[in-house]
């Protein structure tokens, strides 16, 4: 890990899924810039997957396509594994840990309240890039969606909430989200806690956290940004269970490749101002002159 982050926290990377893995890989390949490291250590954690013996060396040659040496692929299926003293050096030896796709709830139940999740955290706060995809995305927040149905929703009850892994505060993400229909979930999360920033992210897409909680859209689609902060109705305190939803002034930004958002003045911000204040914090050498063994930019 290079000296300029080592007592600061690490980026935060959540992908919408089906992200590129064979040719251009440019969320893949963020994720390893926002190490700042030439030659970093990657841990894939299949926990959320059903079937890790599959996604496990998917991610393993991406990665390593990409110029990695050193990639651990964790196949941790129970809480017992997850206490586990291997796999708590492996992701203590990681700059960047990865947590696959699958279902959200497996991925918070096995983890929780385990060693492994201590480390998880113990890293990302000495600089490591914590990275999720699907439901590896979905669980990262506080406060994470399992369920609902985007057709159903917008009717009170019809979005599941529980607590998440707790690596961000403020906001609830949603995976899958321009491909799968899923605006009406956060509409309805927004309803109910205006005070949580939704962030709804297309396939092939990733927003990243920054340390000072500057929001960048990465990939080839989308950051949805529903906004409720500043709504001036909602009739969900008076409704019944599987009633409809009324909310106004709800404040929606897309994102694209390049653009920001500023999570304390919930402002948007363009390449300049998105590029003032993150590219100081990963100034890498350029190709040309990197090591033999170094990953590819």
Known sequence: MSAHLAQAPGCLVAIGGAEDKTSARAVLRHVLKLTGVLDPTVAVLATASQIPELVLPMYHEAFRGLGVQRVHTLDVRTRHAANAPAAVAQ?????????????QLRLTYV??????????????????????????????SRTMIYDGDAAASMHKGNVKMTSGLGF?????????????????????????NPERLGLGLGEDTAVVVHPDRVLEAVGTGHVIVVDSWSIDHSNVA?????????????????????????METRRVLPPDMLLARTAPLF???????????????
Do not use: K, Y
């Open 238 to 262: 008076e409704i019944a269970q599987g009633d409809a939803i009324t909310v106004s002034n709800v404040t929606v930004h897309a994102l694209t490749a390049g653009l920001g958002f500023d």
């Open 111 to 140: 983890l929780g309240g385990t060693t492994l999740l201590d480390a998880i955290r113990r890293r990302h706060a000495a600089g490591a890039v914590i990275a999720g995809t699907s439901a590896g995305a979905a669980a990262m």
């Open 168 to 192: 961000v505060r403020g906001v609830v993400i949603d995976s899958h989200f321009v491909q799968c229909g899923r605006f009406t979930r956060l509409m309805e999360v927004g309803a109910a």
């Open 91 to 103: 992701v203590e030896a990681a700059d960047v840990i990865f947590m696959t796709g699958g279902d």
């Open 283 to 297: 100034a890498l050498p350029e190709p040309a002159v990197l090591e033999a063994g170094a990953w590819r930019m």
